[in-house]
């Protein structure tokens, strides 16, 4: 479906902030909701964010509502992870990941990419 690779990670003191990106190829980006997951040290992959076709509609987990904003641009294949106010506890791999849906809980159908690791310090 779609190749996906994320950049934008780094090392950032509680309170900073990151923007994280995602390119993906394909000339059908646009018919995909695009959504961001993390894994941290001895957990299990969780939901971030997700947002629908066009951009127009938005879901985040409760642990970073308010603090973290998901935006795409389907003109550049480029989906966005804007992460402000960081804490110690978002550190961990951030995935891109593609087809999301929801039932139940929030899952990727078209897979992630590599990851891009997040480490916030105190």
């Known amino acids: 479906q779609l190749q996906l690779v994320e950049s934008g990670g780094g090392l950032v003191q509680a309170g900073g902030s990151l923007r994280l990106s995602c390119a993906a190829s394909g000339r059908t980006f646009s018919s995909y909701v695009m959504g961001w997951f993390r894994q941290a040290p001895g957990k299990e992959r969780e939901f971030v964010a997700a947002?629908?076709?066009?951009?127009?509609?938005?879901y985040y987990a409760d642990s970073v509502k308010g603090r973290f904003t998901i935006s795409r641009d389907n003109a550049k294949n480029t989906v966005y992870l804007q992460m402000n106010s960081l804490k110690p506890e978002d550190t961990a791999v951030y995935y891109c990941?593609?087809?999301?849906?929801?039932?139940?809980?929030?899952?990727?159908?078209?897979?992630w990419g590599q990851g891009t690791q997040v480490t916030v310090s105190s």
């Open positions: 990941a593609t087809d999301l849906a929801y039932g139940s809980r929030w899952y990727a159908r078209g897979g």
């Open positions: 947002i629908g076709r066009s951009g127009g509609n938005t």
